[in-house]
Structure formats: structure tokens, C-alpha cells
T-cell receptor, first 112, second 111 residues
Framework: KAGVTQTPRYLIKTRGQQVTLSCSPI?????VSWYQQTPGQGLQFLFE???????NKGNFPGRFSGRQFSNSRSEMNVSTLELGDSALYLC???????????FGPGTRLTVL | TQLLEQSPQFLSIQEGENLTVYCNSS?????LQWYRQEPGEGPVLLVT?????EVKKLKRLTFQFGDARKDSSLHITAAQPGDTGLYLC???????????FGAGTILRVKS
């Protein structure tokens, strides 16, 4: 099976812009979670979706949002970008009935 | 407060040495995963442990889940430069709940 894929791999934006990141889970995995990773804060949970519904949410402002489509693919959107949003954004998928998450390669977002 | 305390934060050792990384909590986990991550890439799953007292081996890596399912350890025997990376432990407090990650251990193995 192909692994989790994320696009784009790298992105450079300026403050105030918005960005959309995309994630395709492993075939058959219906749960998709998003994480932000920075050197100072480590891996922080953003949200999880399955069956097109947000099921869990981390402590991030409303500028961070997501959605999931009927084919389990997911997108994450960040509006009004701030310098502090520069990070590696990771998507992970899991099979319902298990806890193990499989990560994609990430999208490196740089906000100038 | 970190729910999962991981130690040590940094480890720099010579090739051939042994090492142990610890992941501790006051909470019980339904399962615990270990990942290894290289710079600029996503974490790669090494193992999942689910049963208290469980021991799993992956070549030179030995993973143990505490009897009470509150702690775990990763032991590497005869470390090699290819083992260099960030090691992360992550636990699920209840089935289906979000994963909680430790802060990670940066391992550098010098040849």
C-alpha cells in the first residue's frame, strides 16, 4: 500500500496570507489527524477527522481549520498567517479500531 | 506540563555503545508507539505496544511497555551511525483518543 502523501512538500508565504495543505491517507484508513511540529514546542495535535467530521481538536486558534472529503482525503487551512505559524505540518492516518498512526512526510511552511 | 516525560533529551554516543530512552507518565495508556524521525521528514513508526509488560524486539532495538502501562523504554544495542535521529514516544490514553507525544530524544551516534 502507498503511504500517507502530503502536498506540497514546501511552501513559502508572507504574513496575512492564507494557505491550504493537502493529505491523502493510506488506502482504507478513514481517520486523518494533523499536527504542527516546531523546534520549541515539539509535536502538537491540531485536529482529527473521520467520516468527514472533526472528532478531536487541539488548542489552536480558529485560524486553523480543516475538512475531510468522502474519500478520506483531508485539507488543512491556515488563514491570516503569522510568523509563528512557520513549522512542519504533519498529517497522519490510522485504521479505525487501532491507535497506531502513520505519518506523511510533512509540509514545511515558512512564513516571511 | 508534559503528559509523557521523555528522557534524556539529547544523547551523543560512540558507535557500538548501548543506550536506553525512557518514556514515563502518571497516566495509563491503552497503547504506546515509538517513532524515529529524520530532519525534514515525518516520523516513521517503529513499534506499537499494547499489553502491560510486553517486550518487542526489532533487530538491535528492544521496546518494553511497563506492567502498569504508564511507562515504556527503548533500548538500542551496539548503536550505529544510521540510528541517528529523533526518537518519539506517543501514547493513546483511551482507544480512539488523540495521541500524546513526548518531547523527543535526539540521538547522535558518532563513528
Amino acid at each position: 500500500k502507498a503511504g500517507v502523501t502530503q502536498t506540497p512538500r514546501y511552501l513559502i508565504k508572507t504574513r496575512g496570507q492564507q494557505v491550504t495543505l493537502s493529505c491523502s491517507p493510506i488506502s482504507g484508513h478513514r481517520s486523518v489527524s494533523w499536527y504542527q511540529q516546531t523546534p520549541g514546542q515539539g509535536l502538537q495535535f491540531l485536529f482529527e477527522y473521520f467520516s468527514e467530521t472533526q472528532r478531536n481538536k487541539g488548542n489552536f486558534p480558529g485560524r486553523f481549520s480543516g475538512r475531510q472529503f468522502s474519500n478520506s482525503r483531508s485539507e488543512m487551512n491556515v488563514s491570516t498567517l503569522e510568523l509563528g505559524d512557520s513549522a512542519l505540518y504533519l498529517c497522519a492516518s490510522r485504521e479505525l479500531g487501532t491507535d497506531t498512526q502513520y505519518f506523511g512526510p510533512g509540509t514545511r511552511l515558512t512564513v516571511l | 506540563t508534559q503528559l509523557l516525560e521523555q528522557s534524556p533529551q539529547f544523547l551523543s554516543i560512540q558507535e557500538g555503545e548501548n543506550l536506553t530512552v525512557y518514556c514515563n507518565s502518571s497516566s495509563v495508556f491503552s497503547s504506546l508507539q515509538w517513532y524515529r524521525q529524520e530532519p525534514g521528514e515525518g516520523p516513521v513508526l517503529l513499534v506499537t505496544v499494547v499489553t502491560g509488560g510486553e517486550v518487542k524486539k526489532l533487530k538491535r532495538l528492544t521496546f518494553q511497555f511497563g506492567d502498569a502501562r504508564k511507562d515504556s523504554s527503548l533500548h538500542i544495542t551496539a548503536a550505529q551511525p544510521g540510528d541517528t535521529g529523533l526518537y518519539l514516544c506517543a501514547g493513546a490514553r483511551e482507544y480512539g483518543n488523540k495521541l500524546v507525544f513526548g518531547a523527543g530524544t535526539i540521538l547522535r551516534v558518532k563513528s
